[in-house]
Nanobody
Framework: QVQLAVSGGGLVQAGGSLRLSCAASGRTFGNYAMGWFRQAPGKEREFVAAIRWSGGSTYYADSVQGRFTISRDYTQSTVYLQMKSLKPEDTAVYSC????????????????WGQGTQVTVSS
């Protein structure tokens, strides 16, 4: 079982920055990945970014490429999502997840989820 603790959401003006954290505890094994997803009101959950724990390969949605950076701290078992140049359309509840699938952009293939954190970007 894996537990994920998410923190770092909040309210920020457009153009601002926020950093989200997702700390994992419990038993993880193999070449798992940690991903960030978001869901805005009335919209489906969408992939934001993912990182493979072993090797550190990263993947981004086109909508955040160049503005968001996903990274990991091996010693803290924590993944971060640094968000810059935030836009009002980035407003959503952001969640992190752990998965073992080869395909990281589909949230249905992740096995463990943390609670969401609200990110609100004002114009």
């Amino acid at each position: 079982q894996v537990q994920l603790a998410v923190s770092g959401g909040g309210l920020v003006q457009a153009g601002g920055s926020l950093r989200l954290s997702c700390a994992a505890s419990g038993r993880t094994f193999g070449n798992y990945a940690m991903g960030w997803f978001r869901q805005a009101p009335g919209k489906e959950r969408e992939f934001v970014a993912a990182i493979r724990w072993s090797g550190g390969s990263t993947y981004y949605a086109d909508s955040v490429q160049g503005r968001f950076t996903i990274s990991r701290d091996y010693t803290q078992s924590t993944v971060y999502l640094q968000m810059k140049s935030l836009k009002p359309e980035d407003t959503a509840v952001y969640s992190c997840a752990v998965g073992y699938s080869d395909y990281l952009r589909d949230g249905r293939l992740y096995d463990y989820w943390g609670q969401g954190t609200q990110v609100t970007v004002s114009s």
